[in-house]
């Protein structure tokens, strides 16, 4: 599987911004994706993600703010991303794993996200 993360940019606080994450390979269906994040100077962090079943998961810091979706017949993720803040700036990663837990198996390059005040 290889990922295509885009949709990054420089936003002012408060704005919204859409993340799209295309994938290639046939069995995107069965796959778990997710969305993480990295700040400069920090760990990369766990954003969302979204199950073969559409069953969601997010960070205490973005839940009720952003959202995951998936269009299985396009191979596109998507993180829509409101109410921004300047603290979700960062370098967004789009990922995908096969088991339901554990690590990720694919990633793809980042798309960085600027957030002024």
């Known amino acids: 599987v290889q990922l295509q993360a885009s949709g990054g940019g420089v936003v002012q606080a408060g704005d919204s911004l859409r993340l799209s994450c295309l994938a290639s390979?046939?069995?995107?269906?069965?796959?778990?994706m997710g969305w993480f994040r990295q700040a400069p100077g920090q760990e990369r962090e766990f954003v969302a993600s979204i199950s073969r079943f559409a069953s969601t998961s997010y960070a205490d810091s973005v839940k009720g703010r952003f959202t995951i979706s998936r269009d299985t017949g396009n191979k596109v993720v998507y993180l829509q991303m409101n109410r921004l803040k300047p603290e979700d700036t960062a370098v967004y990663y789009c990922?995908?794993?096969?088991?339901?837990?554990?690590?990720?198996?694919?990633w793809g390059q980042g798309t960085l996200v600027t957030v002024s005040s």
């Open positions: 990922a995908a794993r096969i088991n339901v837990d554990g690590q990720y198996d694919y």
């Open positions: 390979g046939r069995t995107f269906s069965s796959y778990v």
